[in-house]
């Protein structure tokens, strides 16, 4: 990720004459976007963004503040601020802004809001006068590992990191600028000259790892002078996250091909094992204890019986509860006509699971090289069909969709469905969906542990919005969290449930959408019938 401190230098210059002498107007956030809306000196209006997604971390300008952000409890009282400076942390991805606020009583006070995109360590918080925490976007409570973040606590600022300029070393250097420095492009002074004024322009194209990004210098004559710093950030989030999306659903596709071309080579080597004598064996010995066995005494079990046609030594597979010889027998021939079945069978089968093998082989190769969602969807992997299957089975427990990146997504009928679902069928990791203060189903979004595509985390909030009382409004708050957040409401009804560490998203049911997923027409991901 190139948002290191040289980047950051060149935004603070970019933004310090735009932002020092104006007012902070709102503060709002969609998840871990926050929008900082601020009246410049010039009484222009303009909006900062910054993103907390330590992926995609980076601080841009922000055309308009969309519909689902909702204003920001922690910043209430920064509302209204003077900001009197903006600066850097020295060589750190830390951005500080000097306020003046009017307190609970009326007075004027200094304030520092902070705003912290390094590494995993992304946060937003203000100080008050005393240097106490006033409130923070992530809260870090007391006992908790890592830094305090609390209100009324001391601030804790991140781990100081060595000044290059001072110490003359560029291993203190960040690992692009620290690049740069020893391939030969700059000298450390001219470096830190330039990190002085500040005065970077930004440069778009490929790095070092092959990927796109957005740097102070160009790494190569394939790099372009880009327009601004924020019309540059928006271009590489907004590729960012289209390519990760592209490669979280295309590693759950690639997944889903191995595990069914698992069963498949499974059933293979299965039928390839098979002894051919297998089921004959069966049959002589049942023969033979029909043969041999009335000269045993009453109640009489050996271990092996002799094959009166061939001499074979055959054993004897004794149950419990057999009586005698004939018992045996009985179990021998039915052996005998269950392991012939299975053999004729799987001589039908194979060639069809040959087929299969080959045709997921061709569909892993074109997963692989698919390079956008549509394609990619073309070539979903389908649920292999269950061998013996009828089209009048009970209808599977719940609803069940797959997601715009192949997850599956499943929603309950009823109360009873609902605490089943959320009770005996989710994973702990399961993402849990439940539109907010409306009765509706209980949602579960198949994830796991894996981190689902926010195209998926979307299908889901629709459909919990679509199959709840709120399903025909607009602007439906969804809470979302993962299921073992989630826990039984004492004395309620099935289904009601208490969760915390929630986050909203507010969505409006798209028939296109829902087309899609199949909700509008029971379109469901059951099980299919056998092929005639």
């Not at 209100?151 to 990191?161: D, E, W």
């Not at 969602?373 to 009970?394: S, T």
């Not at 005996?424 to 189903?441: I, N």
Request: charged share 30%; with cysteine.
């Amino acid at each position: 990720m190139p948002f290191d401190a040289l980047v950051m230098r060149a935004v603070t210059h970019e933004w310090e004459p735009v932002l020092t002498g104006g007012r902070l107007l709102a503060v709002r956030q969609d998840g871990p976007r926050v929008y900082l809306s601020v009246e410049g000196p010039s009484r222009a209006r303009t909006t900062v963004l910054v993103v907390l997604t330590p992926a995609y971390r980076r601080i841009q300008r922000a055309e308009a503040v969309p519909r689902p952000a909702r204003p920001s409890a922690w910043a209430d009282r920064l509302l209204g601020s003077r900001i009197e400076a903006v600066d850097q942390v020295p060589w750190e991805r830390v951005w500080r802004w000097q306020l003046e606020r009017i307190d609970e009583v009326g007075r004027t006070a200094p304030a520092t809001l902070i705003i912290e995109l390094a590494g995993h360590l992304t946060n937003i918080l203000w100080l008050a006068r005393d240097g106490t925490v006033g409130d923070a976007y992530r809260r870090i409570a007391p006992g908790r590992p890592g830094r305090t973040l609390y209100p009324g606590l001391p601030y804790t600022p991140p781990p100081p990191v060595a000044n290059p300029c001072a110490t003359g070393c560029t291993e203190d250097l960040p690992p692009w600028a620290r690049r740069w420095v020893t391939t030969g492009k700059t000298r450390l002074d001219d470096l830190c000259r330039a990190y002085a004024a500040g005065d970077f322009s930004p440069w778009e194209g490929p790095g070092p790892d092959g990927t796109r990004h957005v740097w102070v210098f160009p790494w190569s004559e394939a790099w372009q002078a880009a327009d601004d710093w924020s019309r540059a950030w928006a271009r590489w989030g907004a590729a960012r996250e289209r390519h990760d999306v592209l490669e979280d659903a295309r590693r759950t596709a690639l997944a889903a091909l191995d595990r069914q071309r698992e069963q498949v080579e499974r059933q293979l080597a299965r039928t390839a094992s098979r002894d051919p004598d297998d089921a004959e064996r069966w049959r002589r010995l049942g023969d033979a204890l029909l043969t041999v066995g009335p000269r045993w005494d009453d109640g009489e079990r050996p271990g092996t019986v002799i094959d009166p046609t061939t001499g074979d030594t055959l054993e004897i597979a004794w149950r419990d509860g057999d009586r005698g010889y004939q018992d045996a027998a009985a179990h021998a021939y039915h052996q005998y006509k269950k392991t012939q079945a299975a053999e004729a069978a799987e001589r039908r089968l194979v060639p069809h699971w040959t087929a299969r093998r080959e045709r997921l082989a061709a569909l892993r190769e074109a997963v692989a090289a698919a390079d956008s969602l549509a394609e990619l969807a073309r070539h979903q992997p389908r649920p292999a069909p269950v061998l013996g299957a009828r089209a009048d089975d009970p209808r599977l427990p719940y609803r069940r969709f797959v997601a715009q990146a192949g997850t599956e997504i499943w929603v309950g009928r009823t109360e009873a469905e609902n605490q089943a679902l959320t009770f005996q069928a989710a994973r702990p990791d399961d993402l849990w969906f439940h539109v907010k203060q409306y009765p509706g189903s209980h949602v579960l979004l198949r994830c796991g542990k894996n981190r689902p595509a926010a195209a998926d985390i979307a299908d889901a909030a629709v459909l919990a919005a679509f199959y709840s009382r709120a399903g025909r409004g607009s602007s439906i708050p969804v809470d979302y969290t993962a299921r073992k957040f989630v826990k039984k409401r004492p004395h309620g009804q099935p289904g009601q449930v208490l969760y915390v560490r929630e986050q909203t998203l507010y969505v409006t049911p798209d028939p296109d959408a829902l087309t899609r997923l199949g909700a509008r027409r029971e379109q469901l991901v059951e099980t299919p019938p056998r092929s005639r």
